[in-house]
């Protein structure tokens, strides 16, 4: 199992240095100017759904359930036109990032996309977080909603769960962000106007589909526009 994900890796560095001109050229033709980064089981019509998983095949577009997919490693460089993305979302992604990674996916959104477009991002809250446990509020800690996503099951008290969510799955999380590091990482890359939002204030009219109202619970939103 860990050969096959080598072999996955090498594969992706090879995609993306040999073949990257050749995605960016389909994504073109597709003439679609929304992209769903981090979209995990979350396929939405009319939209590139970015995920990026070592055990799937690499770089290529498919076509699912209706949706345009793509399995492709978003710190690389998109394969995406400069300015030609009116709207970016990017729902429980970026907590994956360390916050160096953060700032360079946040630049390179900047670059793709178009002016006036707008960006939407979500993570969970480190302030929400943070608060209910310097409160012991253990009716936050013990909601069915918070238990369910902290993937450390043995986790019992509120600084257990609240670390839980810091690291969650062994490190699949490398940062913990709220609304004002969110704003100030889309700032430093050039938005404007960086808000923190509720889960359906928005600009972008479908944005019901990418925000689910499970996650609410525990999630800061915040976005921004290009100028």
């Known amino acids: 199992m860990k050969l096959r994900g080598f072999a996955w890796l090498v594969y992706s560095w090879m995609f993306t ?3 990257w001109g ?3 050229r389909q994504i073109q033709g597709l003439n679609i100017d929304r992209l769903h980064v981090g979209c995990g089981n979350v396929l939405v019509p009319g939209w590139l759904n970015l995920t990026f998983e070592k055990r799937e095949e690499y770089g290529r577009i498919k076509e699912v359930t209706g949706a345009w997919w793509l399995n492709f490693n978003a710190l690389d460089s998109l394969p995406v036109a400069d300015e030609s993305v009116q709207y970016l979302a990017a729902s429980h992604f970026i907590e994956h990032l360390d916050f160096n990674a953060g700032i360079r996916f946040t630049k390179e959104a900047f670059r793709v996309m178009k002016k006036g477009g707008v960006i939407h991002l979500s993570c969970p809250d480190l302030e929400l977080y943070a608060s209910h ?3 012991r509020n253990r009716s936050f800690f013990d909601d069915p909603r918070i238990r369910a996503a902290c993937v450390f099951k043995n986790a019992e008290t509120c600084g257990e769960i609240f670390a839980a969510k810091a690291y969650d799955s062994g490190g699949a999380h490398r ?3 709220d609304a004002e590091s ?3 990482i889309l700032t430093q890359a050039g938005f404007v106007q960086a808000r923190k939002v509720s889960r359906l204030e928005s600009d972008i009219a479908d944005i019901g589909k990418i925000e689910l109202a499970e996650r609410e619970i525990e999630t800061v939103y915040v ?3 290009k100028r």
């Open 17 to 19: 240095r040999w073949n």
């Open 22 to 24: 050749v995605l960016y």
């Open 133 to 135: 446990y310097i409160h």
């Open 175 to 177: 940062w913990f962000y």
């Open 182 to 184: 969110l704003i100030h």
């Open 223 to 225: 976005e921004a526009r």
